[in-house]
């Protein structure tokens, strides 16, 4: 299994309480649109995220984060840092 699929594995099992519609998860997958998340679900996601994989997003890059594909390549860049 690549980096990249674990990331994305961990990420959807990070999701799944969250999704409260079920949504199928893929890497075009939006969080406002398809999962119809709250500025409040997002944050208490992306805290989930930060400690899960012990990185930091700023808020410029969540800014940019519309999908679980861009999410998934902004965790595996900054676990490169």
């Given at each position: 299994m690549?980096?990249?699929q674990a990331i994305?594995?961990?990420?959807a099992?990070?999701?799944a309480?969250?999704?409260k519609?079920?949504?199928?998860l893929?890497?075009?997958?939006?969080f406002?649109g398809d999962?119809?998340?709250?500025?409040?679900t997002?944050?208490d996601?992306?805290?989930?995220?930060?400690d899960?994989?012990?990185?930091i997003i700023?808020?410029?890059?969540?800014a940019?984060?519309?999908?679980?594909?861009?999410?998934?390549?902004?965790?595996?860049k900054?676990?490169?840092?």
């Open positions: 690549s980096d990249r994305f594995d961990t990420v099992a990070q999701i309480p969250f999704n519609k079920g949504v199928e893929t890497e075009t997958t939006t406002q999962l119809e998340w709250d500025s409040l997002v944050m996601f992306v805290a989930a995220i930060e899960e994989f012990e990185i700023t808020m410029n890059m969540q940019e984060i519309e999908t679980v594909g861009q999410l998934v390549d902004a965790v595996e900054l676990k490169q840092a």
